[in-house]
């Protein structure tokens, strides 16, 4: 069944409209409803094309947020072959809102780490609603450092509204993990391709975004805190997202256009969660161009050239 956001809700009665149609042609077949059917299907056509050509940042959110949207496990499971997860920080635990292990993309080995919310309320729960913990970051660093050892290519899917703020996972030092994570990043000798898949939450995705390449899917945000979290801190009103998620320059767009990310990859009509198949063939592709433009460089190499990409944002020209 189809999930419907708050300003698809015309789109969501004519889809009904012409379901609830063709359900009455099947239990009858002499009504002769396909035509209209049909008509009401041109003008949920057109009604979706109006609604997804200029999304506003907020809307954007929440497609980015949709439950519906292909997630790591979806991505791993349709983009690689000879999957092999491996678990643990050893130290403390496994962090299930983390998956990582070694793969092939093309024939070619690689380590895939992602961050995973789940698709149902039970492996919502297992997974904390993809937001890890420690042991999740230091899981991340021991396979960052297996590729290195290997010089396997490092591939990182982000999903996550941020890093688990528990009091358990800051015991544990959940700003120390994610430095280390981000720390580590930087300087793997090997290529690193980071891809947003949808949220891209404060730190907690940075530590995975670290990235010579960092693409991300149309619809989806990437920002330092939730437009919600802004808002609390700004206006002391958590009812301000909307303000808040336009002043944030949290879309792809605007991301690409300062130079935070180097690639948009666009969406299916509709969003990726109308066409799952589509937009992970078309993350595939992205993951395999931007490898190819990174591949053969020598470690020394990679890591200055990732070192001057983050430096250099945010910096300023400043003319006499």
């Known amino acids: 069944m189809q999930t419907y956001l708050d300003f698809e809700k015309g789109l969501a009665e004519i889809e009904g409209k ?4 063709r359900a009455m042609g099947r239990k009858n077949s002499e009504m002769k409803v396909e035509e209209e059917a049909e008509a009401l299907d041109r003008k949920a056509s057109t009604l979706l094309e109006d609604l997804y050509k200029n999304l506003d940042p907020w809307r954007k959110c929440q497609v980015a947020r949709h439950p519906d949207r292909p997630h790591c496990r979806d991505y791993i499971e349709a983009l690689f072959t000879e999957w092999t997860p491996l678990a643990g920080d050893r130290n403390f635990a496994d962090d299930h809102a983390v998956m990582g292990g070694l793969a092939r993309r093309a024939d070619r080995p690689v ?9 149902d309320t039970k492996s919502r729960i297992e997974r904390n609603f993809g937001m890890a913990r420690p042991e999740g970051y230091r899981k991340a660093i021991r396979l960052m450092d297996l ?9 990182t899917l982000v999903d996550t509204p941020g890093a688990y703020p528990g009091k358990g996972a800051e015991e544990r030092g959940q700003a120390e993990a994610i430095a280390r994570s981000t720390e580590k990043s930087l300087g793997l000798g090997v290529p690193v391709i980071s891809v947003i898949i949808g949220e ?3 730190g907690g995705a940075v530590a995975l975004a670290t990235a010579d390449r960092i693409a991300m899917l149309e619809h989806s945000i990437y920002s ?16 301000k997202m909307k303000e808040a998620a336009e002043a944030l320059r949290l879309t792809a767009t605007d991301l690409h256009a300062l130079g935070v990310v180097d690639r948009v990859i666009p969406e299916p009509r509709g969003g990726a969660q109308r066409d799952k198949s589509e937009a992970i063939a078309r993350v595939g592709t992205a993951i395999d161009e931007l490898l190819g433009e990174i591949s053969g460089k020598k470690p020394e190499a990679l890591r200055k050239a ?12 400043l003319v006499a």
Not at 306 to 317: A, Q, T, V
């Open 306 to 317: 990732r070192r001057k990409k983050f430096l250099d944002m945010g910096s300023l020209s």
């Open 18 to 21: 012409a379901e609830e149609l």
């Open 200 to 202: 891209g939450g404060s």
């Open 111 to 119: 380590v895939v780490i992602g961050l995973e919310k789940g698709n």
């Open 147 to 155: 590729a290195d050892r290997f010089g396997i290519p490092v591939i």
């Open 224 to 239: 330092v805190i939730s437009p919600e979290g802004c808002a609390s801190i700004l206006w002391k009103d958590a009812e």
